[in-house]
């Protein structure tokens, strides 16, 4: 299951951004994210430094987004993990960087299950 995840991340990573079948990428100031039941909408995020990214509930499970390495996460805005159906929260991301980002519920800092990767500036 892990050695599978990571290949896939790799895989993904050396196509430059390309989809490698599973997600979808978006890139832009401003960028809205669902989370559905058990995935993001989007598995590869891209925005300028000082973009912001807005996730919203949009699942009958609650979810959330954390950074892998504990610098960001829904939590610290929304004040809860467990986002629900319309609820929201918005993170503006200063510092460059490539982020893995996870759902506690139903993925892993390793990118396994509900995960994606936020690239932050030209990192
Ligand atoms: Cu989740």
């Known amino acids: 299951m892990v050695v599978l995840a990571l290949a896939s991340i790799l895989s993904f990573v050396a196509c430059g951004g390309g989809n490698g079948g599973s997600g979808e ?6 960028v809205v994210v669902k989370m559905y039941d058990n995935r993001y909408q989007y598995t590869e995020i891209r925005v300028p430094v000082g973009g912001t990214v807005t996730w919203v509930g949009a699942g009958r499970a609650p979810h959330n987004a954390h950074d892998a390495n504990e610098t960001w996460s829904t939590q610290s805005v929304f004040g809860s993990p ?21 759902c506690t519920f139903h993925g892993n800092a390793q990118g396994a ?8 500036g030209d990192a």
Do not use: C, H, K, W
Request: hydrophobic fraction near 40%.
């Open 82 to 102: 467990e986002m629900l159906e319309g609820d929201q929260a918005t993170l503006t991301f200063d510092q460059p960087g490539r982020y893995t980002f996870f």
């Open 113 to 120: 299950g509900m995960a994606g990767v936020l690239i932050v």
């Open 25 to 30: 990428s978006i890139e832009g100031g401003n």
